[in-house]
């Protein structure tokens, strides 16, 4: 039998008659043999194949077929065929590009060569065994993920890990896809599909491994990673140019924008085609600094109803915009004092004509008013929206500050930053400081903030350990803060290469001959978790409880911000430090050394079920010290922690009336504390759209249930806390 299907020709009269029936003309045309010349060799080959039992003719039409014998031993050769030779088999790939194709090796070769940089000559040997497993696999379903995996296994096998590493295929699983669907809206599948992709190529394709292996580890977190590649996590306006003379052409896509606006409701047109064209570039947050002072000169002359309407809407549109991009915030920044570098200094009003900080302070405060009036009246406690009301606790506007105060007592919004002393000048709640190029324009305005990198401190004290504990920490931080600086160093080159090709267009926009964004004079600020905790594990005392707990933490602070201030120099990178992180930071880390060093060693001062380490406050929020003493001991850490620092006080640390929070107010700044919030708890209905004090099991105004959401005022603004449980995105 074997000999019987020897010949080719047989074996393909035998494939024809697999698929059916056939004549003995038919069979003849189909192998395109002729009648007359060919008769004699066809006629014995299908002798051949009937007599060993393959086919057989079929009695009544005369047409042969092929009996189960010839079917299997047909099987048998095209399996051995495949086998012998691979490209006798056509595979179909489904394509990265979306496209089915051919199967063809020098592809894979190409990639290698392209991806991996791997030699022409080895790509090629790796390419052809790759293609020699898929056929002997014999994949059904072959997709170009799938020959990938192939190709990384084969890498990894030669001891070829650097190349596996570049030929990394970033995405999520199915399974991860089909989770989210089923758990989050569209726009937060999207943004998590995304980021997800955009983060793990931060960690696998860009950043040193040592750094990436701290992140993961837990050593330290670096914030934003899915905004790391592309641009800064945090811009700061300067609204002058765009009141001067019109946005630039980049902001205003097909809008009409107005060239130089001559009334307040043109000004704040402006101002929004400024924030929603920074938007797409910005990672989540983008702060207009000065606003009632840089809107004055078109608040002059226009009475208090008109000015209320005009920002009321404003309000509502950034709002608005907010909750389209899925997360982004636009903090208003406030000043109830012009602060003195401000002395003086000319701004652009209707038609461009300029006007003397001094003449409009009237109508800075009107406008200040109306923005603190319009939160009220609108109860507009929102995510999307963010306020710092910035003060000399010395000499302010008490109208202004009981109202701000009235504000934060229902709630719980704004930040209160000092601006009396040159060294405070915060613009928002993670402050920005004028301390880089001695410039206060500069240094503060048209320039961005990136997301922190945040150093795990009680883990170097679980490390250290023992009498000379201390010392040991001190010493291991260098090590900690040269790999966060090198992590900020790297970022900053790939943003200037960024902004370099213009891929920034909106940020990078010429303004009068200059970049709208410095980039230059961002920030990288480099922060710290679990302050307390790490004094604790060191010397068994809070920074609170005893002045050893204390000392080591003065002088973790020091040592900390002489690091870096010593780097600022030499690598020209402004890299603060920063008492504050984003919320879910601290308890990852913490979570991660319960892991790695069990409840034995691990210092926290929360519940063991959901471990969080202490952040952005050196007395912990279960401290037993008096008013006076809280503020001292936080004055003392904000005077180190220039990049970022925010008091947030719980309920049970604020008083009741609003008028006791002024006092509080003017108390906390008087002593040294830069900035300050409060927390609180609200209950959003989005029927009456209006956010109420406290949590109500319906809401207060429509008596509706199912409109109701939860709302905490957090350190990082208002977050969705929906009841039943976390959010799952
Ligand atoms: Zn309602």
């Avoid at 307390?532 to 911000?561: F, N, Q």
Wanted: glycine share 8%; with cysteine; charged share 25%.
């Amino acid at each position: 039998m074997m000999k019987a299907l020897a010949s080719p020709l047989r074996a393909q009269i035998l494939g024809l008659l697999a698929r059916g029936p056939l004549s003995y003309t038919e069979i003849m045309r189909s192998l395109g043999l002729s009648p007359d010349r060919d008769a004699g060799k066809f006629a014995y080959h299908l002798k051949t194949l009937v007599r060993t039992g393959l086919i057989r003719p079929n009695s009544e039409d005369g047409k042969y077929e092929i009996t189960d014998l010839g079917r299997l031993a047909y099987g048998i050769l095209k399996g051995l065929e495949e086998r012998l030779s691979p490209r006798k088999r056509r595979m179909v790939v489904r394509t990265s590009r979306l496209a089915m194709e051919e199967f063809d090796r020098t592809r894979i070769a190409e990639a290698l060569m392209r991806e991996a940089g791997v030699p022409a000559e080895l790509a090629s040997r790796i390419a052809k065994e790759a293609e020699e497993r898929l056929v002997m696999a014999r994949v059904r379903y072959l997709t170009a993920p799938l020959i990938r995996e192939f190709v990384n296994a084969i890498l990894l096998e030669k001891g070829l890990e650097e190349y596996r590493h570049k030929m990394t295929r970033l995405g999520l699983p199915v399974y991860d896809v089909s989770k989210l669907l089923t758990s989050s809206p569209s726009w937060a599948v999207k943004a998590a599909a995304c980021g997800k992709v955009l983060e793990e190529y931060a960690l696998i394709g860009v950043l040193h491994r040592d750094v990436a292996d701290g992140h993961l580890s837990g050593a330290l977190h670096l914030e934003d990673l899915r905004h790391w590649t592309l641009g800064p996590s945090a811009i700061y306006h300067d609204l002058r140019p765009v009141l001067a003379s019109g946005p630039a052409p980049a902001w205003a896509w097909a809008c009409a924008p107005v060239k130089a606006p001559g009334e307040l409701e043109d000004a704040l047109l402006n101002a929004k085609l400024l924030v929603m064209a920074c938007s797409r570039e910005v990672g989540h947050e983008q702060v207009l600094p000065f606003l009632n002072l840089f809107l004055a000169p078109f608040a002059e002359g226009r009475n208090e109803e008109a000015i209320e309407k005009a920002v009321k809407r404003f309000l509502l549109e950034l709002a608005g915009m907010g909750a389209l991009d899925g997360g982004q915030r636009t903090t208003l920044g406030i000043v109830l004092t012009p602060p003195p570098d401000l002395e003086g200094l000319e701004l652009p009003g209707p038609g461009g004509k300029l006007k003397a900080v001094e003449e409009v302070e009237e109508a800075a405060k009107l406008l200040a008013k109306a923005v603190l009036r319009s939160f009220m009246a609108l109860k507009l406690a929102t995510p999307s929206l963010g306020l710092v009301v910035s003060l000399d606790p010395r000499s302010t506007d008490e109208e202004l500050l009981d109202l701000a105060c009235e504000l934060a007592e229902q709630l719980g919004l704004p930040v209160f930053s000092a601006n009396h002393v040159p060294e405070a000048r915060a613009l928002d709640g993670s402050c920005h400081l004028p301390d880089w190029t001695g410039d206060w324009e500069l240094d503060l305005l048209r320039t961005g903030r990136v997301g922190r990198v945040v150093l795990n401190l009680p883990r170097l004290a679980y490390k250290a350990g023992g009498r000379r504990g201390l010392e040991e920490l001190l010493h291991s931080l260098r090590e900690l803060v040269e790999m966060a600086i090198r992590a900020s160093a790297q970022r900053r080159g790939l943003l200037s290469e960024r902004a370099r090709h213009k891929l920034m267009p909106a940020l990078m926009a010429e303004l009068n001959g200059d970049a709208y964004l410095r980039l230059r004079n961002a920030s990288f600020p480099i922060a710290f978790v679990g302050l307390p905790e790490a004094c604790l594990a060191l010397t068994g005392e809070l920074p609170h409880e005893g002045s050893d707990g204390l000392e080591a933490a003065m002088r973790i602070l020091d040592t900390l911000s002489s690091l870096l201030v010593s780097s600022w120099g030499k690598l020209d990178l402004r890299c603060p430090l920063s008492a504050v992180c984003d919320a879910g930071v601290a308890e990852r880390l913490a979570r991660l050394d319960v892991e790695r060093y069990g409840w034995a060693k691990v210092k926290v001062l929360t519940s063991r079920e959901r471990p969080v380490y202490t952040t952005s406050r050196l007395v912990p929020e279960s401290a037993d010290v008096s008013r006076e003493e809280l503020l001292e001991l936080e004055a003392k850490m904000h005077k180190r922690a220039s990049g970022g620092h925010l008091l947030f006080l719980t309920p049970d640390e604020v008083p009741a009336t609003g008028e006791e929070l002024a006092d509080l107010v003017l108390m906390a700044l008087g002593k040294g504390v830069r900035a300050l919030a409060f927390a609180s708890e609200l209950t959003y209905c989005s029927a009456c759209r209006q956010a109420f004090r406290d949590q109500h099991p319906k809401c207060p105004a429509c008596g509706r249930v199912s409109t109701i959401t939860r709302l905490e005022r957090t350190l990082h603004g208002y977050a969705w806390r929906p009841r039943g449980g976390e959010r799952a995105w």
